[in-house]
């Protein structure tokens, strides 16, 4: 899509960044991204979106307000107030810890896990532990970008993963 900004050697070098900035500052674009997702999702059964911040939030919150379900953030360590629980990862480029509110899904609750991008999969594979620790079911995986390259799907092999871009 032409409306994503490749930026290269953000944030080390070597990786080529898909900015999606100049997508979101588009109205009509963003709006479309919003409506797909929300067409594919209406009538799912959905409990509840669940998003990583901070990207995975820009499209996960208008999601699940337009579903009518609760909203789900995943946080980076001590961002979340209440009982919580955690995992760690790696990215293409770093590792990661991420937290979600022991009380946020309840065992049989069926959740959308959304995200800007899917690039190893890393991520994706560890939101699918917090909600499933929690007895939740994931769905589907929604990610508006997938860097197919990088293998991301099979981290995240044996589940529904829709995608909007793939490069």
Partial sequence: MSKIRDV????????????????????????EI??????????????AVVAIESRGYIFGAPLAAALKVGFVPI??????????I?????????????EMHTDA??????????????????SGAAIKDLVERLGGKVVEFAFIIELSFLNGREKL????????MTF
Avoid at 75 to 84: I, S, T
Avoid at 114 to 122: C, E, K, S
């Fill in 34 to 47: 919003i409506d797909t997702l929300v067409k594919r999702y209406q009538g799912k059964d959905i409990d």
């Fill in 8 to 31: 290269p050697d953000f944030p080390i070098p070597g990786i080529l960044f898909k900015d999606i900035t100049t997508m979101l500052k588009d109205g009509p674009a963003f709006s």
């Fill in 157 to 164: 092999k044996g589940y529904d993963i829709f995608t909007m």
């Fill in 105 to 122: 899904i309840q065992p049989g609750q069926r959740v959308v896990i959304v995200d800007d991008l899917m690039a190893t999969g890393g």
């Fill in 86 to 98: 955690s995992v760690e990862y790696e990215t293409e480029y770093s590792k990661e810890k991420i």
């Fill in 75 to 84: 946080r980076k360590p001590g961002k979340l107030p209440a009982e919580k």
